[in-house]
């Protein structure tokens, strides 16, 4: 078998990155009963192996946000919010978009419920809603719901 090019090996690794972070990001989707989380983490692990290879920062740091993300519905709460935390001080160093924050929000909200931090979690929590509600792009905001409604709200005791 021939050894791929360069080349080549750069667009297998941007292939699969897409590939795999797109599933990962659609099991998130999926209803609780039906979500796979053996294929879920594969697929964020692999995401985040092939961004790592080819991608720029801001690839890296949406591949850490999607394994801050499964890691706390698989109930990883510590390594949740460790990969949380990346995310925000990557934020805290770039300006991103609306979306990109209130996913970031919503991210950290949900690894700090994982992580039994309750205050993190409100915080990160009204943060999320604040950004979503400054959304104007409708189809971008969509986009963000779909997951937002998989974000534990805060308890109001």
Known sequence: MEQPTSEELT???RYFAVEANNEAWQR????PSERDLTA???AAHAAAYHWAEVGNDLNRFRATLLLAHVHA???HGALAWTYAQQCDEYQQRNQLA???SSFTHMILAQAAHADGRGDAHRMHYEHAAAHIAAIEDPADREIVELTWKHIPAPSTV
Do not use: I, K, P
Request: with cysteine.
């Open 40 to 42: 879920m983490l594969n």
């Open 98 to 100: 609306g979306w990109e």
């Open 73 to 75: 519905y698989c109930g």
């Open 28 to 31: 998130t989707l999926d209803a």
């Open 11 to 13: 667009r297998y690794h």
